[in-house]
């Protein structure tokens, strides 16, 4: 079991659609990142929240648009995603305010763009 | 040239056998993490070092800063182990980013 839970595990969409996709940790945690992940490669970061503020956005494309609604919550709203957008979205937490904080991983949520 | 460089890639085991992965970077860095990534997606982290050795159950990490070269020993390997084996590094001028290798595919066999 992850501390870190994401919702839901699998996605299929089409490319008209709008989703999103939910992050929660109960941890205290005050950074957030969003990552994606291609099968076989490393994560690649998109996004970091620190204390509910965007803090590192990765040039991402607009059709990504993240939002932390309070300390708990992370979400990645989807809308008019491309094929190539299919892959691992990863969410990880961590402390924020100590030096060299490991992140927590969650199990991810595997998205299907039709 | 990346600036996290991992081997072997692959590497496959007889179960029990004594397990390395190494880990290379060319920068300066602030922490190094060992994570743990099974076929099913999600990510453990085993270890977080800035300097020594750490040990937790059968895995041990190594770090020499001066050589910029970490080590992941898996001692009695099991098939359970199977996963992929990702060092990832904490840049001193980056903040909370980390800078992934890519990652070594560890198979063991029973």
């Known amino acids: 079991d992850t501390e870190v839970t994401q919702t839901p595990k699998h996605l299929v969409m089409g490319m008209t659609n709008k989703k999103s996709l939910k992050c929660e940790q109960h941890?205290?945690?005050?950074?957030m990142y969003w990552y994606k992940q291609k099968a076989k490669k490393p994560p690649e970061l998109m996004f970091v929240?620190?204390?509910?503020?965007?803090?590192i956005n990765e040039s991402v494309p607009s059709r990504f648009s993240p939002e932390c609604p309070n300390s708990s919550l992370l979400n990645l709203h989807l809308h008019a995603l491309q094929p190539e957008d299919s892959a691992l979205y990863l969410c990880?937490?961590?402390?924020?305010?100590?030096?060299?904080?490991?992140?927590?991983f969650g199990d991810g949520t595997r998205l299907s763009i039709l | 040239k990346n600036e996290v460089e991992q081997s072997p890639q692959n590497l496959t085991a007889q179960e029990g056998e004594f397990i390395t992965i190494n880990c290379s970077y060319s920068?300066?860095?602030?922490?190094l993490h060992w994570l743990q990534q099974h076929p099913g997606g999600g990510i453990v982290s085993l270890f977080m070092l800035s300097s020594g050795k750490k040990k937790h159950g059968r895995l041990i990490a190594t770090i020499n800063i001066q050589e910029k070269h970490s080590s992941l020993h898996i001692t009695a390997s099991h098939p359970r182990d199977s996963a992929v084996y990702i060092c990832?590094?904490?840049?001193?001028?980056?903040?909370?980013?980390?800078?992934f290798g890519e990652g070594t595919q560890l198979t063991v066999n029973p």
């Open positions: 990880a937490s961590s402390r924020l305010g100590l030096q060299n904080q490991p992140q927590h």
């Open positions: 920068v300066g860095i602030s922490a």
């Open positions: 941890m205290g945690h005050r950074a």
């Open positions: 990832a590094v904490r840049k001193e001028t980056s903040g909370s980013r980390l800078t």
């Open positions: 929240y620190s204390y509910e503020k965007l803090s």
